[in-house]
């Protein structure tokens, strides 16, 4: 079956500029993690959905982030007012149940974000 | 705070050696330690899991290992192939009270494998 899907894969904005970039999960997959990579560094947590709810959005940079997932399936990352620090490529990844235990995480390609 | 390290320098090596990649974690117990591969513009795909009771783990060519007390693990790639140049990158996890797995990776290693 189709794995997690991102889009748009490329984004050029202008610092200032508001940007939406969106996640896909794998259907039936009740858990959704963004995660931000800056270049030469690992993924770091940015917020979690279990279904529609976000549990957790301890990871988020600033309130110019936000993130919703309003039916528990399509996730969409906002970033108003980018600044340089910014860029950065955005990674979504969902799994399967959410409930406690190891489960293994799907990964998007990621959106490439660059502010200019 | 929690801090994990992975070798930071890029490894390189000559095809059908043993690739070996370091994973150090302070301030934290994980409960179990996950790896995983990127190539270049994609996102990262999951390849082993390490619990804590385990001392080792084996998949086809790679083997985990997990050392508490050294609060270490290594990932080794036996007989490697330059198709497995890529970034790995580590993760211990705990999975909170809320119980989701929220992951902390390492900066990760670049392996490059030579013909």
């Known amino acids: 079956g189709a794995g997690v899907s991102q889009s748009p894969r490329y984004k050029v904005a202008k610092r200032g500029q508001d940007v939406a970039l969106r996640c896909d999960p794998i259907?039936?997959?009740?858990?959704l993690f963004w995660y931000q990579q800056a270049l030469g560094q690992g993924p770091e947590f940015l917020t979690y959905?279990?279904?529609?709810?976000?549990?957790?959005k301890s990871g988020l940079p600033s309130d110019r982030f936000f993130a919703e997932r309003p039916e528990g399936s399509v996730s969409t990352l906002k970033i108003q007012r980018t600044q340089q620090e910014d860029s950065a490529v955005y990674l979504c990844?969902?799994?399967?149940?959410?409930?406690?235990?190891?489960?293994?995480?799907?990964f998007g390609p990621g959106t490439r974000l660059l502010v200019l | 705070s929690q801090k994990i390290e992975q070798n930071s320098e890029a490894l390189n090596i000559q095809e059908g050696k043993t690739a070996t990649l370091t994973c150090n974690y302070t301030?934290?117990?994980?409960?179990?330690l996950q790896w995983y591969r990127q190539d270049p513009g994609r996102g990262p795909v999951f390849l082993l899991l390490i619990r804590e009771n385990e001392k080792e783990k084996r998949k086809e060519r790679l083997k985990v290992t997990f050392d508490t007390t050294l609060k270490q693990s290594l990932f080794h790639i036996t007989a490697s192939q330059p198709a497995d140049s890529a970034t790995y990158l580590c993760a211990p996890a705990s999975p909170p009270s809320g119980g989701y797995n929220k992951l902390i990776f390492g900066a990760g290693t670049r392996l490059a494998v030579h013909p």
């Open positions: 959905f279990q279904n529609e709810a976000q549990l957790d």
């Open positions: 259907s039936g997959h009740v858990s």
């Open positions: 301030n934290y117990s994980p409960a179990y």
């Open positions: 990844a969902s799994t399967l149940t959410g409930l406690a235990g190891i489960e293994t995480q799907y």
